[in-house]
């Protein structure tokens, strides 16, 4: 499929690099493409930034049948642009559309879209220490029908964003509330699938742990409220005595692209690695006995976020003295290095945009 170009006549105005925050700037393009029964994915494009012009009744404003995906580009020293691990979110996006009945991508093909518009879009890459340009592809069903099916027709649309840091902390340690009561997904649901409705269903906990000065929230499993599944937009790990633990993925888990890294990353240094169920109690136990060292996020936005605090049910557990650890901070230097170019990329991860 070629991919047609028409560049915009009115190029707006970049931010001050000093103050992007995160996904509160859009570029100036846009990647399209469409597909209908019987036909498949077509009309490949690139076109200026602009609104989407939607009927009241488009069905993924009714019964939310989207996904979307979440990766970065880098631009390194030598000048070079680098995408890390392209493929493997665009493999994902497969998995997503597998489960929420959206017809399967070309992922290479899409690999080759997104670097066609940042090549478009180059000079929206931003170049100072810990900046980068977010990319946030997404699918959204495009029939105009009220009544409940897979839509026919879809939307691939790929938008992006001069960014900083995620969270205000940067590389500081968070504060992550435990929540208690709601629940995000269950085994069956659509919790390992990067669709709208596991954010949604967030977003009432996430709103009460801000209020009470957290960052993010801490997601128990939904049946027994009891083993520890992630953070709202990361995956977590525990270093508890000599091993590193993080949640197995079962089914209401994201499988995570950072995560994926860091464990290669640390198996590669010796560091051993344990996927496995992980019960709540069972951290605060190991801190009681002085065998929690430190406790991490992972993801696109924050690549490596340290944890300095949890609260579970009152019970306030701080974490390494409020301090980044010693592996988080190895891990966030090694991967960031990585895909910024600074360090040899010896895991074959980053993708050259020529």
């Known amino acids: 499929m070629n991919i047609s170009i028409t560049k915009t006549t009115a190029p707006k105005q970049k931010p001050d690099q000093n103050t992007l925050g995160f996904g509160k700037f859009f570029s100036d393009h846009m990647f399209i493409m469409d597909y ?4 498949g994915w077509h009309d490949a494009r690139i076109v200026p930034y602009a609104p989407l012009s939607m009927d009241p009744a488009t069905m993924v404003l009714h019964y939310g049948q989207t996904i979307f995906e979440g990766l970065k580009a880098y631009k390194a020293d030598d000048g070079r ?5 392209p ?3 665009m493999d994902r996006i497969n998995i997503s559309n597998d489960r929420i009945c959206i017809p399967q991508i070309d992922a290479p093909f899409c690999v080759e879209a997104i670097k066609e518009l ?15 340009l977010y990319i946030r592809p997404f699918i959204i069903a495009t029939d105009v029908h ?16 001069p960014v900083g840091a995620y969270y205000p902390e940067g590389l500081n340690p968070v504060k992550i509330y435990v929540e208690p009561e709601y629940v995000r997904s269950v085994k069956g649901g659509v919790g390992f699938a990067k669709t709208a409705a596991n954010y949604a269903s967030s977003l009432k906990a996430q709103v009460e742990a801000n209020k009470k000065g957290y960052t993010q929230v801490l997601w128990l499993d939904g049946l027994e409220k009891k083993y520890i599944e992630e953070v709202g937009t990361m995956n977590v790990f525990f270093a508890i005595g000599d091993e590193v633990i993080t949640p197995a993925l079962n089914g209401s888990i994201l499988s995570g692209v950072t995560r994926d890294s860091s464990i290669e990353m640390m198996k590669s240094w010796g560091v051993k690695v344990v996927e496995r ?5 069972e951290v605060y136990e190991a801190a009681k006995n002085g065998q929690l060292k430190e406790v991490f996020g992972t993801g696109t936005a924050a690549v490596i976020s340290p944890v300095g605090e949890l609260n579970y049910n009152g019970d306030i557990l701080k974490i390494n003295d409020g301090k980044i650890g010693e592996l988080s901070a190895k891990l966030y230097d090694a991967i960031t290095g990585v895909q910024t170019g600074a360090l040899d990329d010896t895991m074959g991860w980053i993708d050259e945009v020529e």
């Not at 009544?147 to 964003?161: A, D, N």
């Open 36 to 39: 209908t029964e019987g036909t």
């Open 81 to 85: 642009t680098l995408l890390f691990r």
């Open 87 to 89: 493929l493997k979110n």
């Open 118 to 132: 940042i090549k478009v879009d180059s000079d929206w890459i931003p170049t100072l220490k810990g900046t980068s």
């Open 146 to 161: 009220v009544g409940v099916r897979p839509s026919q027709t879809y939307k691939f649309i790929v938008i992006t964003s």
């Open 277 to 281: 169920q992980l019960a709540i109690a």
